[in-house]
């Protein structure tokens, strides 16, 4: 009897040992997987604008950064075919316009798609990932911690010439190859913002105008006591 009751159990732990051996096989080749890295966009760093350089101080960890994750489209070409056909005068599907969202369901990629990409997001720790309304974008909020060790890229602080100072990446960013057959670029995560430096004119006025000719004379000169920061992301 004794006998009896020990087979039962020793199979149970064998089936237990067999699936512990391949979820582990499962979770290597997951890894491996993941692993495989591919740079989006570019594979070297991009150029540093005129004016500015990069400081030794490493950005704060948990400045946040802002990104648009632009997923692959699809049927493209039909979207293409549909433009030129509701366009040409005589064809059958002349003026029959599509609305925006018969083109957003037209070249959006599939649900499941954008779902493993946001799966993978939370994964990553990032908590408030979102599929935007055209179904081919993804919102989300990241730290610089957390794009560091997602995107395989280091953040520093930036200065420019004028003191103004931004924290940022050159890239280049990489993703893992399972991943990156679904993306086209993730915005907002690599180069130099936008800023526009307004530049204030100075007004020379000549020495004795003659009454027929009081028109201040003006020069526009590089002073730059002011800017105004326009960030694209």
Known sequence: NLYKLRTPI????????????????????????????????????????????????????????????????????????????????????YGKHLTIDQINNMIAPPAQVSSKIIYWLKSQGVRDARLLHSHDFISCTVNVAQAERIFGVKFFTYKHENGAVFQGTLGPYSVPSAIAEHLDLISGLVGVPDFEFKREPIIETTPAPSPQDTTPTITPTPHNPTHKFVFTY
């Open 10 to 93: 020793q199979i149970v732990t064998q089936q237990m040992s067999r699936l512990q051996l391949v979820l582990g096989f499962l979770g290597l080749f997951l890894v491996l997987a993941l692993s495989d890295r591919v740079f989006l966009e570019h594979s070297e760093a991009v150029q540093l604008p005129s004016g500015w350089a990069r400081t030794e101080a490493l950005a704060a960890r948990d400045h946040k950064i802002n990104l648009i994750v632009a997923l692959k489209q699809r049927n493209l070409d039909l979207l293409s075919e549909t433009f030129y056909a509701v366009s040409t005068p005589g064809n059958p599907r």
